[in-house]
């Protein structure tokens, strides 16, 4: 196991009135799960979810308020100073925006350099050689891109740098949250074959962000469906597309476009209503208010986890 989440909760201070009273977005909030090494993940939910957030704190770019995160075996939860630094070097993150992820006054050479500078890698022309390699594995030619800039490249190809730039230090986990989503839907497939290959190749572990079903199918081997801070299923990808059990993943799923055309009129089952406030979540289950199959039971208390089919479900009432 590389990865092992125990009740992790990320919360946000506003303040808000004329006496400036202090309120919390539990954005994230008793979260567990396992990933093991080598093994892709997908997790998936609709904007606000949290599993932004959730993979930041899970990279430590955000310090959790509770719970623990342990890495290869080891308690990182509250690590800073040069134990973090060395975290830094076992992780690496692909944001959803391409464009203002990378500082457009460095050269593409230079972004990819200096992760291996902050981490004292090898001599100069040993860092070289690891720049030209991770370029050519995301099929950029480093003879043409290694000393442009980032203007002078297309949204694809910066997704490409993007990518390297994670790869660069040979991480054993990659976060990347949304990493298509931004992309022309011609390169989107694309680029997560590439990324499918690349993991497959390095044997690194991946947590894939998306709030699209459809596209977990390309390399994930599990789905963590995320709900108001909290997950809500987690399963195998194929059970999942076979056999979506919660209400909220099989809203997800029938949000998924239909290409046939004799499917155009078939009718779709959307949750009405919108998501709640994390800043005073309803009692009991969060899907609650829109669910259709919610009774009286589900105001009392939240769900636990229950195994139903073989899924993890937090639902009183799977089927």
């Not at 998501?275 to 289950?285: A, E, K």
Request: aromatic share 10%.
């Amino acid at each position: 196991m590389l990865l092992k989440v125990e009740k992790l909760s990320k919360w946000f201070p506003i303040k808000k009135g004329i006496f400036g009273k202090t309120f919390y977005v539990r954005a994230v909030e008793n979260v567990n799960f396992e990933l093991d090494k080598g093994e892709a993940v997908s997790l998936v939910g609709e904007s606000g979810s949290g599993k932004t957030t959730l993979g930041k704190t899970v990279l430590r770019l955000y310090k959790p308020n509770g719970g623990r995160i342990l890495f290869d075996g080891r308690d990182i939860t509250d690590l800073d100073g040069k134990d973090l630094l060395w975290y830094r070097g076992e992780t690496g993150i692909v944001q959803q925006d391409p464009y203002g992820s990378l500082p457009p006054h460095f050269t593409i050479y230079k972004i990819l350099e200096e992760p291996l500078i902050i981490q004292k890698v090898g001599s100069r022309e040993e860092r070289r050689e690891r720049v030209y390699s991770i370029l050519r594995e995301v099929r950029l030619p480093p003879e043409e891109f290694a000393f442009k800039y980032p203007h002078m490249l297309s949204g694809g190809q910066l997704q490409r740098v993007a990518i390297a730039r994670a790869m660069i230090l040979n991480p054993k986990l990659i976060v990347a949250d949304e990493p298509v989503s931004m992309l022309d839907a011609s390169v989107r497939v694309e680029i997560l074959n590439l990324f499918a290959e690349l993991q497959r190749a390095h044997r690194m572990s991946i947590m894939y962000i998306t709030h699209d079903l459809s596209t977990t199918r390309y390399f994930s081997e599990k789905v963590f469906i995320m709900y108001a801070g909290h997950i809500v299923e987690r399963a195998p990808t194929r059970e999942i597309l076979r056999n979506p059990i919660h209400p909220y993943t099989r809203a997800l799923f029938n949000a998924i476009p239909d290409p046939d055309p004799e499917n155009r009129f078939r009718l779709r089952e959307v949750p009405p209503g919108e998501p709640p406030s994390l800043i005073n979540p309803p009692p009991g289950c969060r899907f609650k208010p829109r669910c259709p199959i919610a009774t009286s039971k589900c105001d009392e208390e939240p769900p636990e986890f229950e195994v139903f089919a073989g899924h993890f479900v937090k639902c009183w009432y799977p089927k």
